[in-house]
């Protein structure tokens, strides 16, 4: 994964920021909650810690909502343009999940696993070395 520092902004460019140190992981998800948000077959995730996330412009807007599990889950985006920016989860507290397509270098981006394939879209096709998990269909992200 990229190191040292990260930038991303939102479409309209009311909202900057940036990322220092390692990302913890990179996910695919094709779970229902995250191809409606996302509006596409899945959505993507950059884990940082949260210490390591920075907004350099703007104010962002959030929206609150629950997992299935009803676990509290927080989504950030631009007040002008909509883009989402990041969410945090309760059940994964100290971390930001920054949606990386707000990055300004998108090249390296190459998720490590990906989760929620029971419900992917079915012309989606996931390479074959990839990590997977698998649910049942219809469920929202996991826990």
Known sequence: ???SKLTGGCQCGAI???????????????????QRQSGSA????????EEDFR?????LKTYASKSHAGRAKL???????????????????GTVSVKPGTLDDTRWLKPEMHLWTSSKQPWVVIPAMSRRMLKREGRRCPP
Do not use: D
Request: with cysteine; aromatic share 10%; glycine share 10%.
């Open 1 to 3: 994964m990229a190191e």
């Open 16 to 34: 900057r920021y940036e990322v220092v140190g390692t990302p913890k992981r990179q996910v695919a998800c094709h779970c229902t909650a995250c």
């Open 42 to 49: 899945f959505g993507m995730t950059l884990v940082v810690n």
């Open 55 to 59: 907004l350099t412009k703007g104010e």
């Open 75 to 93: 989504g950030a985006f631009c007040p002008e343009c909509g883009t989402r920016i990041y969410h945090k989860s309760e059940w994964r507290k």
